[in-house]
């Protein structure tokens, strides 16, 4: 009788112990399955609420005293994240898809977990040429800003900037394309001073490049 209870009280653990897996591993595949197209819900809740039009530093914002282009120091109309100051480290700004990361530097690829990476000898805003940033689509570690996830949304005459030893350098955008993963061309070296951004395509693969050319205010 006693061998009896005890093996349906193993019966009853295991049981729950079993469920519990189950639990978790359809928790675990819905995270897994859903998480991906959270950057579009961001990107939407994002928009909504930015009371900045897309103006993180103050040195960009019209309604700014620290720009000297303003006109209007009636900053009451401003979100407090409009005066964010000029960042120490180099960073790049889409304000149309609410993308602000840190640009990085390495010779290896796994740089492009920390950020956007630009690409070992291509150009600097300051040198002029063509300066390449390369990023991945998706990342899910990092769900909200995820990188290029959302770079196809970028519109001709969309403005970006970058942030580089502590200077900005504004550019738009004059291009949108998709190429063959073998085009390297879009690395190269240009007389005229152009800004190259571009991620794998379609989303989910690394068949082909999606890139983003803009060139200075």
Known sequence: MKLRKTSTKFKDIRSRVENLLSLILLLIAMYLIITPFTPQLWLLWAKSTDKTDGFVYASNHPLAPENPNSTNNDISKADNKVFK????????????????????????????????????KTSTPEE?????????????????????????????????????????????????KEVQASEVQIEENTQDTILTLYTCTPLWTAKNRLVVIAKPV
């Open 128 to 176: 002029g040429g063509n300066t390449v940033i390369a990023a991945h689509r998706f990342l899910y570690r990092s769900t909200n800003a995820s990188y290029f996830y959302n770079l196809d949304k970028v519109n001709i005459g969309d403005p970006i900037v970058i942030y580089w030893k502590g200077k900005e350098y504004n550019y738009i955008v004059t291009e949108s």
């Open 85 to 120: 100051p000029i960042p120490s480290e180099n960073r790049l700004v889409i304000p149309n898809i609410q993308v602000d990361i840190e640009i990085v530097e390495g010779s290896e690829a796994s740089v492009l977990m920390k950020g956007g990476w630009r690409r070992p």
